[in-house]
């Protein structure tokens, strides 16, 4: 590797640190490092009075839910539903909407909230003692993640003083999350020595922080039914600055316990690092996760008795 090279990629380093501890930043936001941790993504509620804590039979009401983005990034692929409506009970079914567009916490503040309504609700069935209905709420969408750990180019010769290690690699904010439900929380770095140069292997370890579920990321349905082969998947890509692409296991697939909690991944380079004897230096490693994530919650309503029932 030339000087010249060297030099870029060093002050490649300062600006990554100095921006954003670790984690890339090419946006609007300007505030300290803590605006890059955070383990949620996507969150739900129900509007309040929406639907009403209490309905009577043939009285029209409306359901609604608020969705903020808490992570970092935007989404806009994706959908929000609402469940458990029986045609039986009321006048149609619970249903989904396209989710469109939600900035993330990098370009407005504190994340982009959206409201979601479903009009045209009415009980049609009598009910003679008041009844407590259960009411659901969904979204599903497209996430991402990005890691930016300073990992170690060096020389394998003996008796070297190096500037940097491999070995165990300090994540920043790997306990506080990336501003993603799903983050990176540890790599491990192995240097290999390869003729005049080096072979990089890297086990990174990927966890699901945000308590909802994962799923591959092509397999979003505007309804947010997840078939459980397409659960627990999620798609990495890994780069050293000014270099190729990494090779990451079967086609860049992390695949998740039967839990979901976590995954490991072997990424490795695909051409040897040349570096002079007793040379070493840090580098940027950049990590990109895509994967599709399911949250939601839960309340109920109660359903009041009809008097003309009794």
Known sequence: MNKIKIIAIIISIFLLAGATGCQTSTTKNTGTSESYTGTEGLSLRFIDG????????????????????????GVKDGSVCFGSFSEKVFSKADGCQTLGELNGRLDFPEGEIKSYTWDG???IQSYKEDS????????????????????????????????????EINIAN???????????????????????????????KVSNVGGGEIFDADKLKENCNIDR?????IKISAALTGYEELSCGKEGIISFGVDGSEGTILCKTTQTILIGEGESYP???NIKLNYGYLSSISSEFTIKKDVEAE
């Open 50 to 73: 929406m639907p009403p804590q209490n309905v009577w039979k043939d009285t029209d009401f409306e359901v609604g839910v608020d969705v903020q983005n808490k992570g970092l990034v």
């Open 174 to 204: 790997a306990n506080n999350g990336q501003g993603a439900p799903v983050a990176v929380t540890s790599v491990y770095e192995d240097i290999i020595k390869k003729g005049d140069g080096v072979d990089l292997r890297f086990t990174i």
């Open 121 to 123: 609700y009415k009980l």
């Open 283 to 285: 580098l940027p490693l």
């Open 229 to 233: 082969l397409d659960k627990n998947k």
């Open 132 to 167: 407590n209905y259960p009411i659901s709420a969904k979204v599903c969408y497209k996430g991402e993640t990005r890691a930016n750990p300073i990992v170690c180019i060096k020389s394998m010769s003996y008796n070297t003083k190096s500037v940097c290690e491999g070995g």
